[in-house]
């Protein structure tokens, strides 16, 4: 082109969560039957709206309101439901102009970033979410600047490598967290919130929460809400949305609440930038804002959630109990939301391991896409595993991190399959690790 329509951050925008379905794809019409563990969609993975929620919603879609624009906060009477549920809990207290909607929380990151100035930078946890990760790439041109969440340490996050990478880099304006944690499935308990909250208000950065999750904890484990930790001297903005908890990913529909903005003028400032993106867009989805409270203030709702909770909880444990003795591997319980991250121990992969698959087809399609040096080894062995096995898994690697190791959602409904899953990939890991063979042509 006669102009450079390039930006900076163009070749940072990478999200192997989707990326891996156009191989899986690719191999289904190969004769690979694929079990899709990669994208946390509950939907998808054949769990049941409740008819009386179904009821909600249809009795909205008869409303003329439901078709028009929202206001661009986000429809009053819900943003008020909203707030007051969060100052139920005690702590900071907000109103409805302290909440914004947004269409999905992915909505949301990509504004929160991307109306940072570029050499601002949020620091992001490793591993960290793609989306999180990648906007903030993105928003500055280059790489991510992250902090350590320790796999030997339950993955809480290394508060001392959190501390230092903030006091020798005056570019770092905000911290992210992510609690319960994607892609780990950690939950944090409150000392390490205050922790965090203290490290904030001592370097004078703001706080991003994102607790989709937050209502999505079990093996007698709580995730403390941001708003009774942060007290009022540090900005923060805490994300949410509906896509899990309900589950409805396809509503798109997140929102933003802000804490403390009046701090900080800048800070302030920022925000009003956010607020005035959305004006320029008009508006969020209408339909799930207005059914949003009443869904959520239905009697069966704590009882739909509670189910969900319990079955996630037995999976994390089934899931622990057959990867836990898995040699070369480290594997932590989840405690909250639906995932499971695994890693491999240094220097147990390398790129001479295979697995055995039958069809010739997908063997050589499988080898073109992981051959050479620069695949990482763990992105090797998840499409090594998606070939030989059909359980599409996403590279513990893609995740901003240097670790080696995978990603799984634990939402495999029916549990023979999901306990069949497990020890499928626990005998695939043994037998890759075993296999160190310099051709892929095992049969």
Not at 100 to 107: A, K, P
Not at 213 to 226: E, F, K, R
Not at 228 to 255: H, L, N
Not at 416 to 439: K, L, M, W
Request: glycine share 6%; aromatic share 8%; net charge negative.
């Amino acid at each position: 082109m006669r102009t450079d329509i390039l930006h900076s951050g163009a070749g940072e925008l990478n999200y192997e969560i989707r990326n891996i379905v156009c191989v899986g794809e690719k191999l289904q019409k190969m004769g690979v039957k694929v079990n899709w563990e990669n994208i946390g969609d509950p939907i998808a993975k054949g769990e049941q709206v409740p008819d009386w929620m179904k009821e909600i919603v249809a009795e909205a879609v008869h409303e003329d309101a439901t078709y028009g624009y929202s206001p661009t906060r986000g429809l009053q009477a819900t943003r008020e439901f909203v707030a007051a549920c969060t100052n139920e809990r005690g702590g900071v207290q907000i109103d409805a102009d302290d909440i914004i909607f947004f269409n999905g929380l992915g909505d949301a990151i990509s504004k929160v970033y991307g109306f940072l100035k570029p050499t601002a930078r949020v620091i992001v946890p490793t591993p960290s979410y793609t989306t999180h990760s990648s906007a903030e790439a993105a928003h500055a041109g280059v790489q991510p600047v992250t902090y350590i969440l320790d796999p030997n340490h339950l993955w809480y996050p290394d508060l001392e490598d959190l501390e230092n990478h903030i006091k020798y880099n005056p570019a770092v304006a905000g911290i992210l967290i992510i609690n319960p944690d994607n892609p780990t499935g950690a939950v944090y308990p409150a000392d390490v919130m205050r922790a965090i909250v203290e490290i904030c208000e001592k370097n004078d950065v703001f706080l991003i929460c994102d607790v989709i999750y937050q209502n999505m904890t079990y093996n007698g484990t709580v995730s403390a809400p941001l708003s009774t930790v942060i007290g009022d001297r540090v900005p923060a903005i805490c994300m949410r949305g509906i896509s899990k908890e309900m589950p409805w990913p396809g509503s798109r529909c997140g929102w933003i609440e802000v804490y403390n903005r009046r701090r900080d003028p800048m800070f302030a400032t920022y925000v009003q930038s956010i607020l005035n993106a959305k004006m320029l867009e008009v508006c969020s989805t209408t339909l799930p804002q207005a059914v949003l409270p009443r869904i959520k203030a239905h009697p069966l709702y704590r009882e739909h959630l509670k189910h969900r909770i319990k079955r996630y909880e037995r999976y994390s444990n089934l899931a622990y109990d057959i990867l836990k003795n898995v040699k070369g591997l480290l594997v932590n319980r989840t405690n909250g939301a639906f995932y499971m991250s695994a890693v491999f121990e240094e220097g147990v992969l390398n790129h001479q391991q295979s697995l055995p698959i039958a069809s010739a087809e997908v063997r050589e399609t499988v080898e073109r896409l992981v051959s050479g040096s620069s695949v990482q080894p763990d992105k090797r062995f998840v499409y090594y595993l998606l070939a030989a096995t059909g359980i599409c898994v996403v590279p513990l690697s893609s995740f901003a991190t240097d670790l080696q190791g995978f990603r799984i959602t634990l939402l495999e409904k029916d549990e023979d399959d999901f306990v069949e899953i497990f020890q499928t990939i626990a005998a695939s890991i043994r037998r890759y690790i075993d296999s160190n063979q310099t051709c892929s042509r095992c049969a």
